[in-house]
């Protein structure tokens, strides 16, 4: 992302709508489910997105992670995320870094986890991605993440209306070529579990909020031309939730020993 895209407006509004710190869906219970029945405690972490701050927070409050660095590539996500993690006297075991697009800047097997919730969808290539994922994991690490998938190649106009009216710089790819691309790096115990069943039900429910009291609240920050746009794009995102072209998914891949 060469241009900022998540501005303190859109910060505050995902914010209603997912929590504090939180720029996603399902909050740290999503960033439990990601992780699973992997142990991290004691771990260090490469969080890459950490966006608003709260999944390194979650990561090391609830995960028990040694040490979390997270980065992103804008200001207004960074920031946001540093007074977080101060408020929460957590500066001691995260560290946040903004960084340029682009490989990621560390050096060979730093991690024993790279962790992402719903934010490497902002990255097109994913074969280079995993590539560089393998490359900064110690042997033995694990690539836990979230993202935003497409169900086939080939997009309908209707999910290209969806993506467009997001805004943002989605490179949205299908299960298998994140499958492909994990085993391309070397990867081994390459899984993708689909989440479209969870979100259809979830973004009706974010839906019914921004139509009600969380966006009248929201309102009050942020405008109520700014959550209307907001609703509109939830409306646009449910019908391809439902065919299956929306689909959320989470991906883990261990770097063998």
């Known amino acids: 992302m060469s241009e900022e895209h998540y501005p303190q407006q859109l910060i505050a509004m995902l914010e209603a709508i997912w929590g504090e710190g939180f720029l996603s869906p399902g909050g740290a219970e999503e960033v439990e489910r990601v992780i699973g029945s992997h142990n991290i405690a004691g771990f260090s972490v490469l969080d890459i997105g950490c966006g608003a701050g709260g999944v390194d927070a979650a990561l090391v409050e609830a995960h028990g992670a040694g040490f979390v660095t997270g980065i992103d590539v804008e200001d207004p996500v960074i ?13 001691d075991r995260i560290d946040l870094v903004k960084v340029a ?6 050096p060979p097997s730093t991690f024993d986890v790279v962790f992402s919730k719903d934010s490497i969808v902002h990255i097109p290539d994913k074969h280079v991605l995993m590539h560089d994922v393998y490359r900064v994991l110690k042997p033995g690490g694990w ?14 106009p209707q999910m290209s209306d969806y993506i467009a009216s997001e805004g943002l710089d989605f490179g949205m790819a299908t299960p298998q070529r994140y499958l492909d691309a994990m085993k391309a790096a070397g990867f081994q115990n390459c899984e993708t579990v689909s989440r479209n069943g969870w979100y259809r039900e979830q973004a009706r429910f974010e839906l019914s909020r921004l139509k009600g009291e969380v966006g009248r609240e929201a309102a009050k920050i942020v405008g109520q031309a700014f959550v209307e746009k907001n609703v509109g794009i939830w409306e646009r995102m449910i019908p391809v939730l439902d065919s299956g072209e929306h689909c959320p998914t989470h991906l883990s891949a261990q770097k063998p020993d």
């Open 79 to 91: 920031e946001h995320a540093r007074e977080l993690v101060a408020r929460r006297g957590l500066s």
């Open 101 to 106: 697009p682009g490989a990621l800047p560390f």
């Open 143 to 156: 690539f836990l993440a979230s993202d935003w998938l497409i169900g086939t190649e080939n997009i309908s």
